[in-house]
């Protein structure tokens, strides 16, 4: 039953662990749902590999969760200092009731206009009630939830300077036609951009906190996998889907055991100065890919069941923090994670 | 929402934007802080955590979102309707008051809302007089902002504005950076606790401020320091009193910070590089600007002129050259470096070539049949920042406007429908959105060996940073794309920011054959593609090639390739200009036959080194056929 649609026109999603191949995407995904402070994901490929399909599998995968019952933007109740206006004012008299409630993903559309996304005066309420009051917009829906952006390369500039302005705080403040409003708006940004189609600007790569790049299964029994898989989805979806419910269970308890155990994961100040040291060896853009780094490192050990950071979680987060962050060289290809994890090699051997 | 800001004093290195934060509070007459700096160099972080060290200002966001009303306020037709008299609803400014506005990634701003903020900056009172509202009121507070000058560069006017300005760079050092990240971690485990853990140093640094604040009117500053703070200034070639005037209130306030009750030529001097280094600028000079609106050719030019236009945005540190502020696009001595021939050659500045305008004011745009487009006018594009009283039919209506100006006669009007509101022709308005139309300049520079020869790749170089520089003072976008050996590639997507792009150009190596062809095909796709994200955008195309193709794309005819898509990109109705390369006894003439095909603008390289060739885009439609001659 949890593993059918609640809402979307598919009534079924294909499940995250019949995913075939693609499994950088399939990690990157799973590390930013374990923290969601890594930062998102930039998934860059040509069309047809699956990137939305992973993206709305995966939040089918995760485990409900507590919010405030009735709230708009989707408050956190253990979070008071979090909450939204309406919350705020509402705690002070009472105790909010819990609800429990699925991570939605939240499409961000090339065609939706500023206002929609952040959110603007509600005109029936004004016309019916002569009352200002706020419409949330996508950053209030997209809060605690995934933000979805297919073809992030093609949004328009405004657009992408609101979504930088409201992910830079995890707040979206609105002072807009006759509105003035401010609501929590964090989320796991996901987007995904055919880089044939033109690059991103340079700051809105440098929010994401990984990349992967996407290539269609090049082997022949990969590929056959792929159409064997999907042709038994669409015949019977929900057969398919039970044949897969031991699966997705598992991975689900496993991404719950890694939420839990990152609490406790330590990272040692060696690995710390090793990020440092890689960061300056690669001549990485500010600090932030240190930083995602080691967060990514992190919940990779807990992935894995450890407590302990290793130089394994290391190279597996550079390989999907640093591609992005370096800076390129006219005609030069750039580093692809082969190279990076050469490099970070070499510069461990210096020890 | 304190809880989650990160300690302002557990903020590791960044001495020098500290500083700056805490001057400006501690001294509003220093004027505010503009800091720039790359990606993830705690920018925002640092001004968001001044909450933490100042208890008497609060910190006023000012999101890019932000529409005209909101902004300097006005009527509330929720309180007019309610109580059927005009009342009025604050705006940010209003609440700006006596504290500190913060713009991140000011450069973004729409140009109308900067102006509006600069307004009132400058005369520290907002009058608001709109929607039949009159209202005046104070509006002092301590501008800060920051800025990526890699997303575009900010106008000087804006730029004149802030007192200080500062740059973030990133730790070098592998102690330090490990540091950031402990500290990064530990904060995000555990916010309270961490926050806590840093109070009784925010605590301490906050009395600090406190203290220079009571001391500061005391801060003696004798005859020869204001001398000394005036000749300063007049060295950096500063118009007006302005300078001075900050580096002794900040001189001041670094000496009140410091527990001094005398400014020394120490603090002059320390001042002096958060208070110069945006300012030791030499604008556009009246006869340079003159020539520009005459269109004429002027006479020849000093020839280090294009070092002079000093854009590139550095903090002036006297240690050190300018130059060496920007880190190198590509840092030596790394991976790189795999293909034998090739060099890469400085540019060569000093050659100046400007294109003026764009497109003229009613540009027509062409389909692909050759045919004009109609105007998207009934698809709402842009940012909306303010309104009017619609001319004709409306299409964009502006419903808090229209509201607002409903609400006044609601007491008059009969509500039927159990409708609150009745709204009236009269009262309708639309919106006005921002105009980002602009001209996308796309540069397509021969990157081959044939260009290395005789250090011409350094005068195109030098030429292209210097048309780029214009194009930024013209705020419009631009785009490189160089190719050599067998592709072409895109050294700098569509962007406002000549930084990168020379950072790009500089870097750019020369060496093998010459994919003509290739370079024009990316360079239509991008153009296309351009227009796509934004359909009143007009590319323009700058070919700068000595046209030897020598790579061929789809036949086996490199030349015909190169103009075979020459002619799709005429049809397209994109103008373009070609700049010749070629040079020597022996020429080809190839580059013009492109021009040609091209309906272009046809300039050559060696005739602009002499002499300053004024190329103004809006006279091309009837230059091209005298310069085919
Ligand atoms: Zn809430």
Redesign the interface.
Same mark, same amino acid.
């Given at each position: 039953m949890s593993l059918s649609a609640s809402s979307g026109s598919n009534q079924y999603i294909y499940p995250f662990t019949a995913i075939v191949g693609q499994e950088m995407m399939k990690k990157a995904l799973i590390l930013n749902v374990i923290n969601p !402070?890594i930062g998102g994901v930039l998934i860059r490929g040509e069309k047809g590999t699956a990137k939305s399909t992973a993206v709305r599998s995966l939040a089918e995968l995760l485990p409900e969760r507590d919010s405030v019952e009735g709230c708009d933007f989707n408050c956190d109740p253990d979070d008071p $200092? @979090?909450y939204c206006e309406y919350c705020l004012r509402l705690a002070a008299e009472k105790p909010l009731s819990r609800v429990k409630t699925k991570v939605q993903v939240i499409n961000l559309p090339l065609s939706a206009?500023? *206002?929609r996304i952040?959110g603007t005066?509600d005109?029936e309420h $004004?016309?019916?009630?002569?009352?200002?009051r706020f419409e949330p917009g996508i950053l209030a829906q997209a809060n605690r939830n995934i933000l979805y952006v297919d073809e992030v390369n093609?949004l *328009?500039?405004?657009l992408v *300077?609101?979504l930088?302005?409201a992910a $830079? !705080? +995890?707040?979206n403040?609105?002072? @807009?036609?006759?509105?003035?409003f401010m609501h929590p708006s964090r989320f796991v940004l996901v987007g995904t951009m055919n880089p044939e189609? +033109? &690059?991103l600007?340079?700051?809105l790569t440098?929010r994401f906190g990984l990349v992967v790049d996407v290539t269609g299964e090049d082997d022949i029994p990969s590929r056959i996998e792929i159409i064997r898989r999907r042709l038994a989805f669409e015949n019977d979806p929900e057969a398919f889907i039970t044949d897969f419910a031991q699966a997705q269970q598992e991975l689900t308890a496993r991404i719950e055991q890694a939420k839990d155990l990152l609490?406790e994961v330590h990272?040692a100040?060696d690995m710390? &100065?090793l $990020?440092? @040291?890689i960061?300056?060896r690669l001549?990485v853009?500010?600090? @932030?890919?240190?930083?995602t780094m080691?967060?990514t490192a !992190?919940a990779h050990a807990a992935l894995e069941g450890r407590r302990e950071v290793t130089e394994d979680d290391l190279i597996t987060a550079a390989r999907l923090c640093l591609p992005h962050r370096m800076?390129?060289?006219?005609? *030069?290809e750039g580093?692809n994670p082969d190279?990076i994890e050469k490099?970070i090699r070499e510069v461990m051997q210096k020890i | 929402m304190n809880d989650h800001v990160f300690p302002f004093t557990a903020i590791v290195g960044q001495e020098r934007v500290k500083t700056a934060l805490i001057l400006s509070v501690i001294n509003p007459r220093v004027g505010g802080v503009l800091i720039s700096g790359g990606n993830g160099t705690a920018k925002s972080t640092l001004v968001r955590g001044l909450a933490d060290i100042v208890d008497d200002m609060k910190i006023v966001n000012l999101p890019l979102n932000i529409t005209e009303d909101r902004l300097v306020g006005g009527l509330d037709f929720e309180g007019t309707i309610n109580h059927g008299r005009k009342c009025h609803e604050p705006g940010l400014l209003q609440r700006a008051h006596g504290n500190i506005l913060y713009i991140d990634e000011v450069n973004l701003l729409n140009p109308h809302i900067a102006d509006l903020v600069l307004d009132v900056a400058a005369s520290g009172i907002n009058i608001v007089e709109r929607e039949g509202v009159t209202l005046c009121h104070r509006s002092r507070f301590i501008l800060i902002a920051t800025m990526n000058p890699e997303e575009g560069h900010l106008r000087p006017q804006l730029l004149d504005r802030f007192g200080l300005s500062v740059t973030a760079y990133p730790e070098a050092e592998e102690a330090k950076r490990a540091e950031i990240i402990r500290r990064r971690l530990e904060f995000e485990r555990d916010p309270v606790a961490f926050r806590q853990k840093w109070l009784k140093e925010s605590r301490s640094t906050a009395q600090k401020i406190l203290r220079a604040r009571e001391t500061l009117r005391e801060v003696n500053t004798s005859g020869e320091i204001l001398a000394l703070a005036a000749a300063t200034a007049r060295g950096a070639r500063c118009a007006g009193h302005r300078a001075e005037i900050t580096i002794i209130e900040t001189a001041k306030a670094l000496a009140a910070f410091k527990g001094r009750g005398e400014v020394t030529t120490e603090e002059i001097e320390e001042a002096a590089g958060y208070v110069l280094p945006h300012r030791a600028r030499e604008p556009l000079s009246g006869r340079r600007k003159q020539e520009v609106e005459n269109g004429s050719d002027g006479p020849p030019e000093n020839a280090r002129e294009g070092n002079v236009v000093h854009l590139g945005y550095q903090d002036n540190l006297p240690q050190k050259e300018p130059e060496q502020d920007i880190p190198p696009f590509f840092p030596a001595g790394t991976q790189h470096g795999k293909a034998g021939q090739e060099k890469v050659e400085a540019p060569a500045l000093g050659l100046s070539l400007r294109i003026e305008g764009g497109y003229p004011r009613k540009a027509r745009r062409f389909t692909s049949s050759g045919r004009q487009e109609k105007s998207r006018a009934n698809v709402p594009q842009g940012r909306y920042v303010s309104f009017r009283i619609p001319r004709g039919k409306v299409n964009d209506l502006a419903l808090d406007a229209t509201l607002r100006a409903a609400a006044l006669f609601q007491k008059m009007r009969r509500r039927t429908d159990g409708l609150t509101i009745v709204i009236e022709p009269q009262d309708i308005r639309e919106k006005v959105r921002e105009q980002h139309t602009s001209t996308f300049v796309l540069f397509v520079v021969d990157a081959s060996g044939s260009m290395g020869a005789r250090r011409r790749m350094g005068a195109v170089k030098g030429t292209v940073i210097s048309m780029l520089r214009d194009m930024y003072l013209r705020r419009n976008q631009v785009g490189v794309i160089a190719f050599r050996r067998d592709s072409a590639i895109k050294l700098l997507e569509a962007t406002r920011s000549v930084e990168l792009a020379e950072r790009c150009l500089k870097d750019l190596p020369t060496g093998g054959r010459t994919p003509l062809a290739a370079g024009l095909r990316m360079a239509y796709v991008e153009m296309k593609l351009a227009r796509t994200r934004d359909p009143d955008i007009l590319p323009y195309l700058v070919l700068v090639s000595d046209g030897r193709a020598n790579v061929p794309l789809f036949s086996r005819d490199s030349l015909a390739d190169a103009l075979e898509i020459a002619s799709r990109i005429r049809a397209e109705g994109i103008r373009s200009l070609v700049l010749d390369t070629e040079e020597g006894a022996v020429r080809l003439g190839i580059a013009k036959t492109i021009a040609e095909v091209l309906d272009a603008r046809y300039v050559r390289l060696d005739e602009i080194s002499p002499r300053k060739v004024l190329v103004n885009v809006e006279s091309l439609m009837t230059s091209t056929k005298q310069s085919r001659k």
């Open positions: !402070m $200092a @979090r206009t500023e *206002d952040a005066l005109i $004004a016309i019916k009630k002569g009352e200002k093609l *328009d500039d405004h *300077d609101i930088l302005d $830079a !705080m +995890g707040i403040v609105v002072e @807009r036609e006759g509105v003035s189609e +033109g &690059n600007r340079p700051q440098d609490k990272c100040d710390l &100065n $990020a440092a @040291r960061a300056i001549e853009d500010g600090h @932030r890919a240190d930083i080691i967060k !992190m800076r390129r060289r006219p005609f *030069d580093l190279e490099i | -």
